[in-house]
C-alpha cells in the first residue's frame, strides 16, 4: 500500500498545457472531493482479472460506504477473503469533458461487508438504491492510500 | 476470458424499482456507447494491487485506443508484459446523478502498447492530449468482452 496503484504521485505537482494544469490533491482534500459526488468505481479482481463496476457511495466517519446492488459478484469476492477483507481501488471523478475542468480521485484500501444490523439498516437511508431489489448490501473501504487529480485553466 | 469480470451478466436482463430500469447492453451497442464518450477508466493490476486512472479513449476499427499521459505506470506495467500484452478492464459511462439515468460500460481485453510510428503518430492526432506534455503514448485494447447497461425510466 506504499506505492501509488495508479502512479498519480509520479507526475509533477503542475503539469501545464493546453490551457489546463494538473494539480495533484491532497489526501484530504481528495476524499472530500469524492464526498461531493455518488457515483464511482469499485475496481477489484475478479478470478485474477482486474474488474470495475460503477456503484453509489457516501462517506461515514472517512470511510467510504459502497452500495452492492448487483449481489453475485462483489458479496461473494469479499465473503471468500474473510473478515481480513480484501484490497479494491475506487475512483470518482467530476470532469467536464467540453471544458476538461475537474477532479479525479482513486482510494485504495481494505474492503470488508457491513454485517452489523443496525449498520446494514443505517445505509440502507443513506445509501437509496438506483435501481431497488437487486441490492444487497453495502461495503466499507477504509482508504489507505487516497490520491487525486485536478484540472483546472492555466493563469494567463 | 470467459466469465463476466464485473458481474454485469449475472444480472437479469431488465430489474425494476425506483421508476428506472437495469437493461443489459448487447456487446455491439455498449462498444458504440463507449465511442461516443472521451473520457473512461483504465483498470489494471500494479504490485498484485487493484488500480485506475481516468484517461481519454478513441475507438479504431473496434480497438479501445488509449492515451497515456503518465508515462511511467502503464508503459512500465506493459513494457514488462512483453508482446502478449496484459489484460486490463476500460470502464465509460454516462449517467446524470441527478436524473439517474444513463449509461455505463465495461470492456475487457489485452492491452499492449502502440509501436508502428505510423499508428504513433496518427493516434497522437487523434487524442488531443487534455493536459500536453505528460503524453508518453498510446495502448490498444482489444475488447474480448464488452458488457454494460443502461438505466431508463420504467414505463409508467
Known amino acids: 500500500m506504499k506505492s501509488d496503484p495508479a502512479g498519480a504521485t509520479t507526475t509533477s505537482p503542475a503539469v501545464s498545457m493546453s490551457g489546463r494544469l494538473m494539480e495533484e490533491l491532497g489526501a484530504d482534500e ?4 469524492l464526498g461531493t459526488v455518488e457515483l464511482g468505481r469499485i475496481v477489484f479482481t475478479r478470478h485474477a482479472l482486474p474488474a470495475v463496476r460503477p456503484v453509489n457511495h457516501r462517506l461515514d466517519a472517512g470511510d467510504i460506504i459502497v452500495q ?3 449481489g453475485s459478484t462483489l458479496a461473494a469476492l469479499l465473503a471468500a477473503q474473510g473478515d481480513a477483507g480484501v484490497v479494491v481501488a475506487y475512483e470518482a471523478d ?7 475542468l475537474g477532479w479525479s480521485v482513486v482510494a485504495t484500501g481494505y474492503a470488508t461487508a457491513v454485517t452489523i444490523p443496525s449498520e446494514i439498516e443505517r445505509y440502507a437511508h ?4 438506483w435501481v431497488e431489489g437487486t441490492a ?5 473501504i477504509r482508504p489507505d492510500l487516497v490520491t487525486g487529480f485536478r484540472l483546472r485553466e492555466s493563469s494567463p
Open 126 to 129: 443513506l445509501l437509496q438504491p
Open 30 to 33: 481528495a476524499l472530500r472531493l
Open 94 to 100: 467530476a470532469i467536464d469533458q467540453g471544458e476538461r
Open 68 to 70: 452492492v446492488q448487483d
Open 136 to 140: 444487497s448490501g453495502a461495503i466499507r
